[in-house]
């Protein structure tokens, strides 16, 4: 396809000026941004040809010419910060525009074990030092570049990004936040943040990572998240997707478990005008347990597409994955879960529901589970639902006295809060509860839990 | 304070009211009893104004005003209230929030200053007591795992809550036990007063043994055919409904 060669072309141009520039990389990490690059140009960007990207055309991605975007304070990225930061939390490391900005984070006094940088901070350490070595040896090792183009083009350019540690043993009381935030004005800007999470044995700790933005013209977020899981440790991830109506959002998370180890990732996606989420887990190690949960709303043109993968490589794990989508106006969404039992994962025991709420005649969901189960002990059940509000329900509120429009934003809510109510942090519970109210409408205000 | 006169109304094509008329005044408690499909709780759902049901004819007054125009929110906030012949669980929502946002939706529209949470859980605290109903209940989803008697205590722990001018029981007493039967009546009972209409509306004598009323009333194939008093219930109780069929029949002979 010769489009989607010339789309690709351009960003030879920008490598070269990134390897110019960026005299700080480790010379492994500049061969591995190289091979990335490779990898890109080869594969391209996906079509709609392409079975994992049936129903998400990026096509508007790959015909943009898109450049790094400028520098600028402004108060924009105060404001976002404002009103997206969670209070409680045991450290916040935020980025405007692709980059670290130190004077709105806040990591002083951070809890014994736990560790928190700039991923190029960390590289520019003398070779050696810890966080240096952590990202060598996880550092793309989790999202392999060969499978996904966007993750090929992150790790060809990712500028900056988070890199959180844990220490063995060390328990969190309260997750770390880390915020990427976008502020800048210009015109087709593109941003590819890259996380790193890794955990010692028998520890225990939260993340939330939040892409919110407030911009003008159209903008593209490549996001990258790995997260290496210690044996016998838990971590709790939660991704919240809060972009601007008009940017472009593409994004996987990639978790690898050690043996025994627990992983509970979230997702929650309302922002951008298409969203597309790659969250995968590998159960690596015996007697690992996973749950994904996660929550979609979108309305107007919006497109929301989840694609998730767990992948049972060892046998006594287990999994339990629940999604729910809100679907207003013209917009779409796509759920796709797969579930890939290998012939040594034995015992496996997977559960997994996807629920669809339809609140308009012209909004769309293409939902599918995709299950490859090649051990013979094993439990895998699935169940999908597309649906509307129960009209019996809405009936039943009013009955007693709650309006019609109150009554559906109740039920919506009650709908969308089996999802949050996992999340174990109150106050990120709390946030989301709240965004997810302003969002339905801005005349029906509550403080109250339902 | 409810007039309904000649009222027709039809689900998914089909007549059910087939011209009901009805006249309840305050104070007062109506039973309506009638076999299955004679039209009791479409009667009721009518009232309530759900809108699977269409009026064709007739007309509801309602203090007086044209009932059949309002949305149910509206007719709630006059105060009429629906005890549910099958209440539907709503999962996420506590019975706290439900019952809190019922009310003030009801006083707010009354004129009457909304209640916050400690005013309304000292509220709820109070009508608790009186129908024996156990406090976790309030934080729990609304009916969701509930048993059929705990549904039904619940409609009318809600009632209590929302002190209806025109209480509407449809077949509360169906599938409940003697205990939990006497427990519903004693809440429909503490309720009755000067200012207070209540429906009953049953297949069986049974549950007026309990609240007493003051007029029976039978509907019959979408019509009421025959009114008294609680000694009419008994006659049903005692003969079925058969022998309505054989007395209409002959009164369509001599007609």
């Given at each position: 396809?010769?489009?989607?060669?010339?789309?690709?072309?351009?960003?030879?141009?920008?490598?070269m000026?990134?390897?110019?520039?960026a005299?700080?990389?480790?010379?492994?990490?500049?061969?591995?941004?190289k091979?990335?690059?490779?990898?890109?140009?080869?594969?391209g960007?996906?079509?709609?040809?392409?079975?994992?990207?049936?129903f998400?055309?990026v096509?508007?991605?790959?015909?943009?010419?898109?450049c790094?975007?400028?520098?600028?304070?402004n108060g924009?990225?105060?404001?976002?910060?404002?009103?997206?930061?969670?209070p409680?939390?045991?450290?916040?490391?935020?980025?405007?525009?692709?980059?670290f900005?130190?004077?709105?984070?806040?990591?002083?006094?951070?809890?014994?074990?736990l560790?928190?940088?700039?991923?190029?901070?960390?590289?520019?350490?003398?070779?050696g030092?810890?966080?240096?070595?952590?990202?060598?040896?996880?550092?793309?090792?989790?999202?392999?570049?060969?499978?996904?183009?966007?993750?090929?083009?992150?790790?060809?350019?990712?500028?900056?990004?988070?890199l959180?540690?844990?220490a063995?043993g060390t328990?969190l009381?309260?997750?770390?936040?880390?915020?990427?935030?976008?502020?800048?004005?210009?015109?087709?800007?593109?941003?590819?943040?890259?996380?790193?999470?890794?955990?010692?044995?028998?520890?225990?700790?939260?993340?939330?990572?939040?892409?919110?933005?407030?911009?003008?013209?159209a903008?593209?977020?490549n996001?990258?998240?790995?997260?290496?899981?210690?044996?016998?440790?838990?971590?709790?991830?939660?991704?919240?997707q809060?972009?601007?109506?008009?940017a472009f959002?593409?994004?996987?998370?990639?978790?690898?478990?050690a043996?025994?180890?627990?992983?509970?990732?979230?997702?929650?996606?309302?922002?951008?005008?298409?969203?597309?989420?790659d969250?995968?887990?590998?159960?690596?190690?015996?007697?690992?347990?996973?749950?994904?949960?996660?929550?979609?709303?979108?309305?107007?043109?919006?497109?929301?597409?989840?694609?998730t993968?767990?992948?049972?490589?060892?046998?006594?794990?287990s999994?339990?994955?629940?999604?729910?989508?809100?679907?207003?106006?013209r917009s779409?969404?796509?759920?796709?879960?797969?579930?890939?039992?290998?012939?040594?994962?034995q015992?496996?025991d997977?559960?997994?529901?996807?629920?669809?709420?339809?609140l308009?005649?012209?909004?769309?969901?293409?939902?599918?589970p995709?299950l490859?189960?090649?051990?013979?002990?094993?439990?895998?059940?699935?169940?999908?639902?597309?649906?509307?509000l129960?009209?019996?329900?809405l009936f039943?509120?009013?009955?007693?006295?709650?309006?019609?429009?109150?009554a559906?934003?109740?039920?919506?809510?009650?709908?969308?809060?089996?999802?949050?109510?996992r999340?174990?942090?109150?106050p990120?519970r709390?946030?989301?509860a709240?965004?997810l109210?302003g969002?339905?409408?801005?005349g029906?205000?509550?403080?109250?839990?339902? | 304070?409810?007039?309904?006169?000649?009222?027709?109304?039809?689900?998914?094509?089909k007549?059910?009211?087939?011209g009901?008329?009805?006249?309840?005044?305050?104070?007062?408690?109506?039973?309506i009893?009638?076999?299955?499909g004679?039209?009791?709780?479409?009667?009721?759902?009518?009232?309530?104004?759900?809108?699977v049901?269409?009026?064709?004819?007739?007309?509801i007054?309602?203090?007086?005003?044209?009932?059949?125009?309002?949305?149910?929110?509206?007719?709630?906030?006059?105060?009429?209230?629906?005890a549910?012949?099958?209440?539907?669980?709503i999962?996420?929502?506590?019975?706290?929030?439900?019952l809190?946002?019922?009310?003030?939706?009801?006083?707010?529209?009354?004129?009457?200053?909304?209640?916050?949470?400690?005013?309304?859980?000292?509220?709820?605290?109070?009508?608790?007591?009186?129908?024996?109903i156990?406090?976790?209940l309030?934080?729990?989803?609304?009916?969701?795992?509930f048993?059929?008697?705990?549904k039904?205590?619940?409609?009318?722990?809600?009632?209590?809550?929302?002190?209806?001018?025109?209480?509407?029981?449809?077949?509360?007493?169906?599938?409940?036990?003697?205990?939990?039967?006497?427990?519903?009546a004693?809440?429909?009972?503490?309720?009755?007063?000067?200012?207070?209409?209540?429906?009953?509306v049953?297949?069986?004598?049974?549950l007026?043994?309990?609240?007493v009323?003051?007029f029976?009333?039978?509907?019959?194939?979408?019509?009421?055919?025959?009114?008294?008093?609680?000694?009419?219930?008994?006659?049903?109780?005692?003969?079925?409904?058969?022998?309505?069929?054989?007395?209409?029949?002959?009164?369509?002979?001599?007609?």
């Amino acid at each position: 396809m010769p489009e989607v060669k010339e789309a690709t072309d351009s960003y030879f141009a920008d490598f070269m000026r990134l390897e110019r520039e960026a005299n700080h990389f480790p010379a492994w990490l500049g061969e591995l941004r190289k091979k990335a690059l490779e990898e890109f140009a080869e594969a391209g960007f996906p079509t709609t040809r392409h079975e994992a990207w049936r129903f998400t055309n990026v096509s508007r991605i790959a015909e943009t010419r898109w450049c790094a975007p400028e520098t600028s304070a402004n108060g924009a990225a105060a404001s976002l910060l404002d009103r997206h930061a969670i209070p409680g939390v045991a450290a916040r490391i935020v980025f405007v525009d692709g980059l670290f900005a130190p004077e709105l984070s806040a990591l002083e006094n951070l809890p014994e074990g736990l560790q928190v940088v700039a991923l190029r901070r960390a590289q520019q350490q003398p070779s050696g030092d810890l966080p240096g070595r952590w990202i060598e040896s996880h550092l793309a090792r989790h999202a392999a570049i060969g499978e996904n183009a966007f993750v090929a083009l992150n790790t060809a350019f990712f500028q900056d990004g988070a890199l959180i540690h844990l220490a063995p043993g060390t328990d969190l009381k309260n997750p770390v936040h880390v915020l990427y935030l976008r502020a800048s004005n210009g015109a087709h800007t593109a941003t590819h943040p890259r996380t790193l999470v890794v955990t010692g044995h028998q520890s225990r700790g939260g993340i939330i990572e939040s892409y919110v933005g407030q911009t003008d013209e159209a903008c593209f977020t490549n996001a990258v998240t790995e997260i290496a899981v210690g044996e016998d440790s838990s971590v709790e991830h939660l991704k919240l997707q809060d972009e601007a109506e008009n940017a472009f959002h593409v994004g996987t998370v990639q978790a690898v478990q050690a043996r025994s180890s627990r992983f509970l990732s979230h997702s929650v996606s309302w922002g951008a005008a298409l969203a597309r989420h790659d969250i995968n887990a590998v159960l690596a190690g015996e007697g690992a347990e996973c749950t994904l949960n996660g929550l979609f709303q979108v309305t107007g043109q919006q497109h929301v597409d989840h694609h998730t993968c767990l992948d049972h490589a060892q046998p006594h794990c287990s999994s339990r994955e629940y999604y729910r989508g809100v679907l207003d106006g013209r917009s779409t969404g796509v759920f796709n879960g797969a579930i890939l039992v290998r012939k040594d994962a034995q015992k496996t025991d997977a559960i997994q529901s996807n629920k669809n709420l339809l609140l308009s005649e012209d909004a769309v969901i293409n939902t599918k589970p995709e299950l490859q189960i090649l051990a013979d002990d094993v439990r895998c059940t699935h169940g999908a639902t597309v649906g509307q509000l129960d009209s019996e329900a809405l009936f039943y509120l009013r009955a007693r006295g709650i309006g019609l429009e109150a009554a559906r934003h109740l039920l919506i809510r009650a709908f969308a809060n089996e999802v949050i109510g996992r999340i174990s942090f109150a106050p990120a519970r709390q946030r989301l509860a709240e965004r997810l109210l302003g969002r339905l409408s801005k005349g029906w205000t509550s403080e109250d839990s339902l | 304070m409810l007039k309904i006169k000649n009222l027709h109304a039809r689900a998914a094509g089909k007549e059910i009211l087939k011209g009901v008329d009805l006249e309840v005044n305050k104070g007062e408690v109506h039973a309506i009893m009638g076999p299955n499909g004679s039209g009791k709780s479409t009667l009721a759902q009518v009232l309530a104004g759900h809108a699977v049901y269409e009026v064709t004819e007739g007309e509801i007054l309602y203090k007086g005003k044209d009932l059949i125009s309002l949305a149910p929110e509206d007719r709630a906030r006059e105060g009429i209230f629906l005890a549910f012949q099958y209440p539907m669980e709503i999962p996420g929502v506590s019975n706290m929030y439900f019952l809190r946002a019922a009310l003030n939706n009801i006083r707010k529209h009354q004129g009457v200053p909304e209640l916050d949470a400690m005013d309304f859980l000292s509220l709820v605290r109070e009508k608790m007591k009186v129908l024996d109903i156990d406090e976790a209940l309030m934080s729990r989803a609304v009916n969701e795992g509930f048993s059929g008697g705990e549904k039904k205590r619940n409609e009318i722990f809600q009632m209590a809550v929302l002190e209806p001018a025109l209480a509407i029981m449809d077949e509360t007493d169906s599938g409940l036990d003697i205990d939990a039967l006497r427990v519903v009546a004693n809440g429909v009972n503490a309720l009755r007063s000067g200012d207070r209409a209540i429906i009953v509306v049953t297949h069986y004598q049974r549950l007026l043994n309990y609240i007493v009323p003051d007029f029976v009333h039978v509907l019959y194939n979408g019509r009421m055919v025959k009114s008294g008093d609680k000694e009419l219930a008994l006659e049903l109780e005692k003969k079925g409904y058969g022998w309505l069929d054989e007395e209409l029949q002959e009164n369509r002979l001599y007609a």
